[in-house]
């Protein structure tokens, strides 16, 4: 069983910027960043492939968030910038056992993160 730790949530200014970060206890496959507001469902943020070349946004964040992942090191990245209060809520990472390539629904992961909060003040 692989546990999966988020860091790097906290409370920013909108405009401002913020690196999570998801450290896994071993070795994962594709992998994703979720993310749920108060009051709604869980959405996918952004995806990657196993070997990092493949990436999926939602239109939401494109261009202002960038997923990336260090095999060596099994560790998965989301680096935030120009946050607007509608990026508020608690971000998930989430990773398969085996799957290469992109992975978009929730109920396809194996392992999930506690969860970070990401609070963006107007």
């Known amino acids: 069983q692989v546990k999966l730790v988020e860091s790097g949530g906290g409370l920013v200014q909108a405009g401002g910027s913020l690196r999570l970060s998801c450290a896994a206890s071993g070795r994962i496959a594709a992998a994703a960043w979720f993310r749920q507001a108060p009051g709604k469902a869980r959405e996918l943020v952004a995806a990657i492939s196993r070997n990092g070349a493949l990436t999926y946004y939602i239109d939401d964040v494109k261009g202002r968030f960038t997923i990336s992942r260090d095999n060596g090191e099994y560790t998965l990245f989301l680096q935030m910038n120009s946050l607007k209060p509608d990026d508020t809520a608690v971000y998930y990472c989430?990773?398969?056992?085996?799957?290469?390539?992109?992975?978009?629904?929730?109920?396809?992961?194996?392992?999930w993160g506690q969860g970070t909060q990401v609070t963006v003040s107007s």
């Open positions: 989430a990773a398969d056992r085996t799957r290469g390539g992109l992975v978009r629904i929730a109920s396809e992961y194996d392992y």
